[in-house]
């Protein structure tokens, strides 16, 4: 391996395929940036762009408006107390888990949790109690799983988990589980909950307070139009001291967000794209009425939509045997799929996939989610 080889220029900097594609990657389509966000990208891309007016502390920036930002737009956008900007959603939940636990304490956590929240668990070296759901084909998690889990805590190491957390939507079948009702079986127990907002902060209307979190975390490039790595983290009041604790050696400087986060050009994209953002929250309804139209087409032609039915957010898993039994007999084997919807410029199903998939009408809007509708029915009626 010699050095020079790693050149973009060399590959003439590599275009980006999905760019102008259609795109229903879940992973992707909350995190397209506003042409605000793209020209914000530009002007403060360089190292450590925002520092030149830094008091010492990210969130104490007046120029750019960071300050009214974090501690005046933020808290009122999500409902809570203190929020503070991250590098992302895994390094919000690995702040509160480390701040609220001790080593060998113990979490709650949904069965169909994100990775990052067991991984950001395991770093914070704390026990994993599971919340089951009822599988195949709804994996509906009931909130009183939270209480069972919390009794199998107290009776195993004498006493409640420091920490429950509910992922809302989880990211494989997005499905939407009572947080309030969650909220209030932790809070008889007085064991704080985490709202794991990833998918929805950004997307839909989330407000903490009204769901009865003391924690939520978003996405900035998932779910906010922003060019991560960056995410949210809201606190209630009662546990912001602990969280944000400062330093006692640097007296300014918050010790689990280890003195600074979000350093230049991420937390200037999450700003440029915000009023684009707090304004699609509110046409959240109909999304929804999208992605269950959009769903109602796709099992019309025989794909079956695990997870809550109807559904109540545009990510969607499907179940394909339709597709699976085609990709049995054709050339081009478990790549087909892949290959029939780039030919008709159609992104975001993983390459290889047939039998299960998921999939985002976020944002897509009913032109485009027609396009991919009939692209589907086309493929079928190809290989029929
Ligand atoms: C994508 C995702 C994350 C990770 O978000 P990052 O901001 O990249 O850390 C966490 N939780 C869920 C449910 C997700 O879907």
């Not at 992302?88 to 939940?93: F, L, N, P, T, V």
């Not at 988990?161 to 992922?167: G, H, K, R, V």
């Not at 290889?352 to 976020?362: M, V």
């Amino acid at each position: 391996m010699i050095l020079d080889d790693i050149s973009l220029q060399k590959y003439g900097y590599i275009e980006r395929g999905p760019l102008n594609a259609i795109n229903i990657d879940p992973l992707q389509r909350g995190g397209i940036l506003t042409d605000e966000a793209r020209r914000a990208l530009t002007q403060w891309g360089d190292g450590y762009s925002v520092c030149d007016f830094c008091p010492g502390v990210l969130d104490q920036i007046k120029t750019p408006p960071i300050y009214d930002f974090v501690h005046e737009a933020l808290p009122e956008f999500l409902g809570i107390d203190e929020v503070r900007v991250t590098n992302g959603a895994r390094e919000s939940k690995f702040t509160v888990m480390h701040a609220m636990a001790r080593e060998g304490d113990w979490i709650v956590l949904d069965q169909v949790a994100h990775y990052t929240s067991y991984v950001a668990a395991q770093r914070a070296r704390l026990n994993i109690k599971t919340v089951q759901n009822s599988g195949n084909p709804d994996y509906k998690t009931e909130p009183q799983g939270y209480a069972t889990a919390i009794e199998e805590v107290i009776k195993e190491s004498g006493k409640p988990p420091a920490l429950a957390l509910l992922t809302y939507p989880d990211g494989n079948y997005g499905n939407l589980v009572d947080a309030k009702k969650v909220a209030s079986i932790c809070h008889q127990y007085d064991v704080p909950l985490l709202l794991n907002a990833a998918y929805s902060v950004g997307k839909m209307p989330i407000n903490a307070k009204d769901l009865g979190a003391d924690f939520v975390v978003g996405s900035g490039h998932k779910s906010m139009a922003a060019s991560g790595p960056i995410g949210v983290l809201g606190a209630v009041e009662e546990y912001a001291d602990i969280v944000f604790e400062k330093s006692p050696t640097h007296k300014v400087k918050e010790i689990e967000l280890l003195g600074c986060t979000a350093r230049g050009a991420t937390i200037m994209t999450m700003i440029a794209s915000f009023p684009t953002v707090v304004k699609r929250t509110h046409n959240w309804d109909n999304e929804v009425t999208d992605a269950r139209w959009f769903s109602e087409k796709l099992e019309g032609m025989g794909l079956i939509q695990i997870g809550d039915k109807p559904h109540d957010h545009d990510l969607m898993f499907f179940e394909a045997p339709i597709f699976f039994d085609i990709s049995q007999k054709v050339k081009k084997g478990r790549y087909f799929l892949y290959k029939e919807l780039k030919e008709r410029n159609i992104h975001g199903i993983k390459a290889g996939l047939t039998k299960f998939f998921k999939l985002s009408t976020y944002g897509v809007g009913r032109d485009d989610l027609n396009i991919v509708v009939d692209a589907f029915d086309e493929i079928i009626k190809k290989y029929e």
